[in-house]
């Protein structure tokens, strides 16, 4: 399991790779300034997929880049 220091480098790095680190730092200023409940955001995330269809794709996902 990673570190809470690795997951916040590796999440910056993941946002900086695909957004640049302009984009990225414009980003990471709109989600702190703006209220965001995690929980509701997820329940609307993908309402079409089911919970066993989200975690086969996930395993599927681990097993393809491990």
Known sequence: MKT???IRRDG???LA???GDVEAERFMTLIQREP???TAWQR???PE????D???AAM????TTA
């Open 4 to 6: 809470d220091n690795e």
């Open 12 to 14: 910056w790095q993941a």
């Open 17 to 19: 790779d695909r957004l």
């Open 36 to 38: 965001f409940d995690y």
């Open 44 to 46: 609307t995330l993908w």
């Open 49 to 52: 997929r089911t919970v066993a």
């Open 54 to 56: 989200l975690s086969a």
């Open 60 to 63: 599927k996902l681990r097993h």
